[in-house]
């Protein structure tokens, strides 16, 4: 059957070549992917009763190496975290520190605090239940001249927007010896011209 690819998160993108001569070029693309969950309240959004809720988590740390802080994050998004981050603050006796901070599934939040307590010089954390909104997000793959890269479209209230994936880009920058800030921008243009060219279709 022919139509309209739907919409998916790509996982893969595969080319090949056959041996029969014809008046346009014998190739195929084969595209594999996830479809996209038609039900949006299955990716945690408002009306899923309760799926959109997470535990947000946080704790003070004014004592600890900073070349630590890379390992911890890997961890706690190994253990389930759906995204961390640390904001700087001043701490009692006005010495500097950093809030670490967690957003994990309920039933995943436990092992995330396991693993801030483990790896880190926290010696307790704060939770508390968020409400989580998620858009509707898909993964494509771009061909450009600078090589494929993976594009996330967001749909938001003002339509769709389009970013390139950073450890893409980054590769593409690694791979050409070029500036990472040159290779994003251009990039980030391929990937406009790009949702510009689709939205037309």
Not at 90 to 106: D, E, F, Y
Not at 147 to 166: D, I, L, N, W
Request: zero cysteines.
């Amino acid at each position: 059957q022919f139509g309209a690819r739907p919409p998916m998160t790509v996982r893969g993108v595969g080319y090949g070549s056959g041996r029969s001569d014809f008046p346009f070029a014998n190739v195929l693309r084969v595209v594999i992917g996830d479809e996209l969950i038609a039900d949006r309240s299955a990716l945690g959004e408002p009306g899923s009763d309760g799926a959109g809720e997470v535990e947000q988590i946080e704790t003070n740390i004014d004592d600890m190496n900073p070349q630590l802080y890379e390992h911890l994050f890997e961890r706690m998004f190994a253990a389930g975290a759906v995204d961390v981050w640390i904001v700087p603050a001043q701490m009692k006796k006005g010495r500097p520190g950093t809030i670490v901070g967690a957003l994990a599934p309920p039933d995943l939040a436990d092992a995330v605090v396991s693993v801030l307590l483990a790896e880190s010089t926290s010696i307790g954390v704060r939770r508390w239940t968020v409400r989580r909104d998620i858009g509707v997000r898909i993964l494509e793959m771009v061909e450009s001249v600078m090589g494929s890269f993976r594009v996330k479209v967001a749909q938001t209230p003002s339509g769709p927007r389009a970013r390139p994936e950073y450890e893409d880009v980054r590769a593409i920058a690694r791979r050409d010896g070029a500036a990472l800030i040159d290779v994003m921008r251009r990039a980030e243009r391929i990937a406009d011209e790009w949702l510009a060219e689709k939205l037309r279709r």
